[in-house]
């Protein structure tokens, strides 16, 4: 059995899921509504307060689908309950964000700024060296977060570049001078 697709999806108050025939999962929730097709081949029903996601055979494409079902509705509910929320830093001498209306503007040491258009459902802000990406969507949150980063990716020697909060640079000795 999967350690992940055996355990059951708690719903929050609040949050309501619907189940159509062909496994077309409807989650609303106070921040927004998600809706995605799973594979057909899973069971998903709604015991209680509780969605189980169970699998018809041991067939390792089966098993494979169990685990990933159960977290892509996981993440659903999680995102209109509580939503995403990816933070970057922008670090470099010059290098800088700035918001306006709907788009972002990354100066990032090229001879042009780099605008980029917010996609639907995606909020971001800027405060301060940090760029916030939220949504309730955890796929678009992660998605547009790392096509910013992909503008200016840290560079090995000074650690300038658009990073993750979270992530760790391993830095790099320069040259020396004999």
Do not use: C, W
């Not at 496994?23 to 307060?49: A, F, W, Y």
């Not at 547009?144 to 391993?170: H, L, N, S």
């Amino acid at each position: 059995m999967s350690r992940i697709g055996k355990l059951p999806i708690a719903i929050p108050a609040g949050v309501t899921v619907d189940i159509a025939e062909d496994n077309t999962v409807t989650v609303k929730g106070p921040k927004g509504e998600l809706t995605r097709k799973m594979v057909p081949q899973m069971e998903i029903s709604i015991e209680g307060n509780e969605i189980i996601v169970k699998r018809p055979n041991d067939l390792k494409q089966n098993k494979s689908y169990h685990g990933l079902t159960r977290t892509l509705i996981h993440n659903m509910v999680v995102g209109v309950s509580e939503g995403y929320k990816k933070t970057l830093e922008v670090n470099g001498v010059g290098y800088r964000a700035q918001k306006s209306g709907k788009k972002l503007e990354l100066f990032l040491g090229y001879s042009h700024p780099v605008e980029m258009m917010d996609p639907e459902g995606i909020e971001v802000a800027v405060e301060g060296n940090n760029i916030i990406v939220s949504g309730i969507s955890k796929e678009k949150v992660g998605q547009y977060a790392a096509e910013i980063r992909e503008k200016r990716k840290p560079e090995p020697y000074k650690g300038k570049g658009i990073k993750y909060d979270y992530e760790v640079i391993r830095r790099k000795v320069g040259k020396t001078a004999k």
